[in-house]
């Protein structure tokens, strides 16, 4: 909407606000000649002697017009204006001036601020303190006057301000409430938003460690089996058969992922553990690779990270299983090291280490994913990745993971 048509809207408000309340007052002031005439007086006569009060209506009318452009200042001259009546005859009737009073008091409290709305109710209260004075020392002793003033001015003005405050703090309350509302939903919606990245973070996770470990083994032996075909038949074969068990493993974990993602904890699909990185090795052995395992425990009749929550010890099986991964990829022929250290009281060390590469790599392009994935899987269950070329050439992957119920005896960082 332009600011031309809500001007326009504006002033056809307040003309409206002030032909209502003038015509309520006229109204008044009808029903009150038509009460005089019952005792004898005319109408026209009663009418007559009343034209001044009249005539500060219709000033009063006027003046609202402008009551939301200069909400104080339109207070003052409705105010004012009634004063003139205050030492005539028809005082008592000049009550009903006041109804333009309270309006424009109760526009003052909802619309202005600061010290223009102070000075201007000030300035009302004496008038109306004043005009009220004179009408009642008419017709009352000077106490009782005093009184009477004293309580026109709080039903006049103390009481359209009070109403007016009570809305304006309501208003203000109602758009806070709004405000915090709008926050609030802002804030589930960022949340939601976050979840969902994680969720997504999660399943990249899951896929690429999936793909990076199997796929690249079946690529490595598909390039062996390509060679024998026609030299080594028997060794061909058996590379074929690696690369069917290979697929098959692939499937299970894929499986794995689906039923974890449709809910499949509460079916009784497990997560895997540290102790399945024998299952890995004993693989990376099988298609030909170098892999030397060993395992530290605390004690024989306890089993590798017993303590451990289940994230941890799929954290510690990603990392095993795309570090791996790594070393075939980026340093084939290389000989490799898993080494599993469960005897500190606070936390589980697992160490993945490679020599350099026994020949030059393939070249295919690498999205560097891994050590992402690897990074964010020990930030969420607290652990600790460290990783980096070793001094012989080789690269080494560290992985400390904390333990879900720490004995009170920590190692020292």
């Known amino acids: ?52 009060v009249l005539l500060v ?9 402008w009551s939301t452009r200069a909400p104080a200042v339109v207070l003052v001259i409705v105010a004012v204006t009634p004063f003139c009546t205050a030492f005539l005859d028809v005082a008592q009737i000049s009550t009903v001036t006041m109804i333009p009073i309270m309006v424009a008091a109760y526009l003052v409290g909802t619309r202005s601020d600061g010290a223009p709305r102070r000075g201007g109710v000030l300035a009302a209260a004496v008038a109306v ?48 409430l709004r405000a915090e509302k709008e926050a609030l939903e802002r804030m589930q919606e960022a949340l939601l938003q976050t979840a969902i990245a994680q969720e997504r973070a999660g399943i990249a996770r899951e896929l690429h ?87 530290t425990t605390r004690s024989k009749h306890t089993a590798v990270g017993d303590d451990l929550g289940p994230l941890a010890h799929l954290a510690g099986y990603r990392m095993v299983q795309e570090s791996l991964a790594n070393a075939a990829r980026h340093a084939p022929g290389a000989r490799r090291e898993v080494h ?38 020990a930030e969420l269950v607290h652990g600790v990745l460290q990783y980096g070329p070793t001094p012989e050439g080789g690269w080494q992957v560290s992985l400390r993971l904390p333990r879900a119920e720490p004995t009170e005896t920590r190692e020292a960082p």
């Open 1 to 52: 909407m332009s600011a031309l048509a809500t001007s326009r809207r504006l002033l056809a408000r307040d003309v409206l606000r002030a032909a209502v309340t003038t015509g309520l007052t006229v109204v008044l002031v009808m029903v009150g000649a038509f009460s005089l005439s019952g005792s004898g007086d005319r109408v026209t006569d009663v009418l007559a002697s009343w034209w001044p």
């Open 57 to 65: 209506l219709v000033l009063q009318g006027v003046a609202l017009v």
């Open 129 to 176: 303190t004043a005009t009220a004075l004179i009408d009642a020392l008419q017709s009352m002793p000077p106490l009782f006057a005093v009184l009477t003033s004293i309580a026109q001015l709080l039903l006049v003005l103390g009481v359209p301000l009070v109403i007016a405050f009570v809305v304006v703090a309501r208003r203000r309350l109602v758009i806070a």
């Open 209 to 295: 460690d999936i793909a990076a470990h199997h796929m690249s083994g079946i690529a490595l032996m598909c390039a062996a089996v390509e060679r024998q075909v026609d030299t080594e038949p028997d060794a061909a074969k058996a590379g074929l058969r690696q690369i069917r068990t290979q697929s098959r493993l692939v499937l299970g974990d894929l499986r794995q992922v689906v039923g974890l993602l449709r809910g499949g904890a509460e079916r009784g699909v497990e997560t895997h553990r540290i102790d399945a990185v024998r299952d890995l090795v004993a693989t990376s052995t099988a298609d030909g690779e170098s892999v030397d395992l060993r395992v």
């Open 340 to 377: 599993v250290d469960d005897t500190a009281p606070a936390s589980l060390l697992i160490t993945v280490r490679n020599g350099p590469a026994a020949h030059a790599p393939d070249p295919e392009p690498t999205e560097g994913f891994g050590l992402r994935g690897m990074l964010e899987r």
